[in-house]
Structure formats: structure tokens, C-alpha cells
């Protein structure tokens, strides 16, 4: 089992799960994370410390963001990995509250 990365992450991408997660299982995009589910040992140290909750288990994946779940294996390997917190963009908090952002992804 593995953990996802939704919606919710799309133009905030905190990164304070990034710092808590014992095996660098996170992958940065530009304005997105995803988890490796070939890394993600599925301790869900990272699912609090996302200030926008856009993490959850495989399995507790709301039904509107099952898409989340292949986007996330896609992308991570494509994405370089991400292993340490960074500052969060200038706009980051405008965004984490705004639903219907999947256009607004950028690969």
C-alpha cells in the first residue's frame, strides 16, 4: 500500500511532509508533489503534516481523486526527488483553499 498525493497539493506544495518522511519518497514537480509508491513504505508520518490535507492513504483516496492515485506513479518517475523542506511559494496560501485546480497542474 502506498500513501497519495490529491488535488489539493496543486499550486501550494507545501513541503513539510517532505522533512518527516524516513525514505525520500517524495518527488517535486513544479507547482505539485507525489509520492513514489515503489518507496512509500506507508508509515503516514507525512498525512498531518500537510497543512492543505491533501494526503491520504491509497485506500481512503476520496472517490473524485482515484485519478491521483496512477497520476502519482506516473509522475514519480519522471520527477527528480525531494528530500528536504523549501520555502513555500509567494502564493502558496491563495491556493490552499481553492478547489477544481487539476488544470492547473503542471507536468
Partial sequence: MTHIVTESCIKCRYTDC???CPVDCFRAGPNFL???PD???DCA???PECPVDAIYAEEDVPEDQKDFID???ELSK???SITQAEAKADD???WADVDDKRNLLEK
Fill in 18 to 20: 517532505v522533512d518527516v
Fill in 34 to 36: 507525489v509520492i513514489d
Fill in 39 to 41: 518507496e512509500c513504505i
Fill in 45 to 47: 508520518v507525512c498525512i
Fill in 71 to 73: 497520476l502519482n506513479a
Fill in 78 to 80: 519522471e520527477w527528480p
Fill in 92 to 94: 502558496a496560501d491563495e
